[in-house]
């Protein structure tokens, strides 16, 4: 089992920076990936960005260039950076890790965190 718990979450005005963490820990803990997704008000859970074992990333088209996805050398925090925030990027943001090479879609998740909401205002 794997235990992912986030935090930095809160409220921002549009524009501006939080950083969210994910502690990740469990007594058989090897993902190969572990990523960020985020569920708005339609429900919907998307892939934000996600980090393979070998270090390649991948950021989905609406946060590239703004978001940053990063992890400590002991794979045990993961980090997502959030700059130029927008209202659209209002959500509650999970932590994930699976099996897989990459954690881009939810069938790719294995574990989930809490959830950490995020809002940004206008």
């Known amino acids: 089992q794997v235990q992912l718990l986030e935090s930095g979450g809160g409220s921002v005005q549009s524009g501006g920076s939080l950083r969210l963490s994910c502690a990740a820990s469990?007594?058989?803990?090897?993902?190969?990936?572990m990523g960020w997704f985020r569920q708005g008000p339609d429900n919907v859970r998307e892939g934000v960005a996600s980090i393979e074992s070998s270090g390649s990333t991948w950021y989905s088209d609406s946060v590239k260039g703004r978001f940053t996805i990063s992890q400590d050398n002991a794979w045990s925090t993961l980090y997502l950076q959030m700059n130029s925030l927008k209202p659209e990027d209002t959500a509650m943001y999970y932590c994930?890790?699976?099996?897989?090479?990459?954690?881009?879609?939810?069938?790719?998740?294995?574990?989930w965190g809490q959830g950490a909401q995020v809002t940004v205002s206008s």
């Open positions: 469990g007594s058989t803990y090897s993902p190969y990936c």
């Open positions: 994930a890790a699976g099996p897989g090479v990459a954690c881009t879609v939810a069938p790719d998740v294995w574990y």
